[in-house]
């Protein structure tokens, strides 16, 4: 039997020096990021999907893994690719569609890439797959590590919220609850991935644990039959928009579509430094960020990451763009009183950051976009809302049905 | 076109009389529970479903909608339908299947029944839907009714959950908030809705109202390919077995299964009234009930829905338990540990009751079961667990993974 995989090396994105397939995070020649490459004959040569399988696994000849053995889901469907025409005419962007990832089993798109984490850590031999996160990647990637029998060795901070802390608790077979901040752990845990005490389930580097999120473009293509115009990805280290950029341009030249999508990077103008970079044209310059609604895009400082994606956006003539936080509180109200989903505040920084652009010009208001809302409100630890009590009464009802004939 | 629906009446379930298919809450005759009655024949005749469509109209023929131009969705696909050898045989269940509903859209499997509580108010002329809870189904109802552009008008008392209020004061229209507990607020409501002001979405008795909870049982036909021996729900209202049984017995007499599976009743040891009716052999009795950690079980009296459960468990040669809240939890913890599902409590006490039946020698060790895991764990207000933070150092990595050896 061959392999599942059309995957056939690794490649230095800077010096394009070729690697083979092995567990390696770097260039051996210039410590570039790698990514894979594959083999588009064969893709080209075969169905879209597989039948009978779920998750990034529908599309098992683009991911990295080679025995279906070593797969690893929770039966996961599709995620919702839904017309939203009241709400898009609304913010100018008529022809607007919402991929809702709220649906995946810890209610993130990073659902996506811990399968693949998973899968691949199982691949190279190792027995346990770790990450350092405020929650949300480490509760994902301690669901699969659990699903698939391994260990999650995940380290997250005593300041996380209690219904992330909760989740983490309940899920990982081992949480590093520790004191201090992202910065204070991650060269501890780099060091224990160096040593190949686990495998690197963080978004920096590793080309294996990212590729689940190529899946989130190959789905819309499946569901819609053709790229839209403009796909909105939320950025955070830039994963995903690269992730799902890789695909649709292996798409685009295998002849199966015309022409990708142009990528829409959006951040929080807490952490906008791909927005300010492409509307400076200027390179890419860290800056310390403070509080954003938005977590999931709380990154300061992407690093090679981040100088990757501004590049791709660049030779891919996409947009940047950002949200204020009260735009995006306000985008995940409307999103939810005008089409009912229920979104993270990084879930509504897409749609938040695209209706800037369209208000701006930016955007051309013909155009089909497909609007990433990448996160479920359902994690949030929310602030009851400040109400009042009524005494229950008929009144109390038709006043709330704005009845004055009865 | 013809009518996209098989319904053709609804039927008294204690006099058997029938009455035309229109919005009627009652028995003209006696006053009792009504069900909608399908065509077999037709249904027999079609394909189970329907491709192109989502949610629960996937089943369009076993709904009583019958424009498509009625239809609400939020793109839901099946929901996992997951194998859980390893968690089953430790359980004493080794052929266990469980049925994952948190990957809809609210996080529970009402969003089933909001959905075809929305679509019938749409049928029925009227421009607002309504319901009185403690959050899930609140929210769940006015989520389906913001998607259809229609008023969900839900009434919820100020001591639900912080996550749970802002989810609502997020998506619904209108929210009446008032002091008091259900009882008091269930009187006006009924009054209102006996005037027309709002479709019914309570579960007390709109047969319309919670139709699309058969689909879970037809989902798991569709996945299985069979039916299996037993299908454990959790059990509050008693919708959700009362209208699986219903979706297996139509199969069961259109000959596409051999035999439906026994129902088991699943509840909280703080409201247990079917197990200890069902263990006693004796009628149901009301209890006043306390706190429990399972919400959506926390029904004291069930009323001529929980006579009419009871009813079809015996006549079904079904089971009845219940769990302990400290075996909830337990049970919460185990299935997220073992398989990665992180359930709501209510969502393990299918589990956990089903457990202590195998436990007991009621369920059959050789007995394929499927027990639903009917809520998100990511719904809930967990209070943080006691952890302990740590200085971030290579040693703390090296004694979660246990290594002693570098």
Not at 219 to 236: H, S, T
Not at 295 to 314: N, P, S
Not at 364 to 373: I, L, N, R, T
Request: with cysteine; aromatic share 6%.
């Amino acid at each position: 039997m061959g392999s599942e995989s059309a995957a056939v090396c690794l490649r230095c994105v800077d010096c394009a020096a070729d690697h083979a397939l092995e567990y390696r995070l770097a260039c051996a020649a210039c410590g570039g990021l790698l990514e894979i490459v594959y083999d588009l004959a064969r893709l080209a040569d075969a169905p879209l999907t597989q039948a009978g399988r779920t998750g990034v696994w529908r599309f098992a000849a683009w991911m990295p893994v080679h025995d279906a053995a070593n797969f690893v889901t929770l039966g996961e469907e599709p995620t919702p690719l839904l017309a939203a025409p009241r709400l898009g005419a609304a913010l100018g962007i008529p022809r607007l569609w919402l991929k809702f990832e709220g649906a995946l089993p810890t209610g993130t798109v990073k659902d996506r890439s811990s399968q693949t984490a998973v899968a691949c850590a199982r691949q190279f031999g190792f027995d346990a797959v770790g990450v350092v996160s405020t929650g949300n990647a480490a509760s994902s990637i301690a669901t699969y590590a659990a699903r698939a029998g391994l260990r999650g060795v995940v380290c997250c901070y005593t300041r996380s919220t209690a219904a992330k802390m909760a989740h983490l608790h309940g899920v990982a077979s081992s949480v590093v609850w520790y004191d201090g901040v992202y910065d204070d752990m991650i060269r501890p845990f780099d060091e224990a991935v160096e040593r190949r005490w686990l495998f690197d389930g963080g978004a920096t580097r590793n080309a294996f644990k990212q590729e689940g999120k190529k899946t989130v473009a190959l789905e819309v293509f499946d569901q819609l039959g053709r790229a839209p115009d403009y796909m909105v990805y939320p950025v955070g280290m830039g994963e995903t928009l690269l992730a799902g950029q890789r695909a649709w341009k292996a798409l685009e030249a295998m002849g199966r579509i015309a022409r990708a999508p142009r990528p829409v990077s959006a951040q929080s103008r807490e952490a906008n430094t791909i927005a300010e970079a492409w509307r400076s044209g200027g390179p890419l310059r860290p800056k310390t960020i403070g509080y954003t609604v938005a977590e999931g895009t709380a990154v300061g400082d992407m690093g090679a990451k981040g100088r990757l994606t501004l590049r791709r956006i660049r030779e891919q003539d996409g947009l940047a763009g950002d949200a204020a936080d009260e735009e995006t509180l306000a985008m995940q109200r409307r999103l939810a009183r005008t089409e009912g989903l229920w979104a993270g505040p990084t879930g509504a920084v897409p749609l938040a950051a695209a209706a800037r652009l369209a208000r701006e010009g930016a955007l051309d208001p013909d155009a089909e976009v497909v609007c990433m809302v990448s996160e479920s409100g359902l994690k949030g630890d929310w602030p009851a809302p400040d109400v009042r009590g009524q005494q229950p009464s008929l009144d109390v009802i038709r006043r709330a049905l704005g009845r004055g004939d009865c």
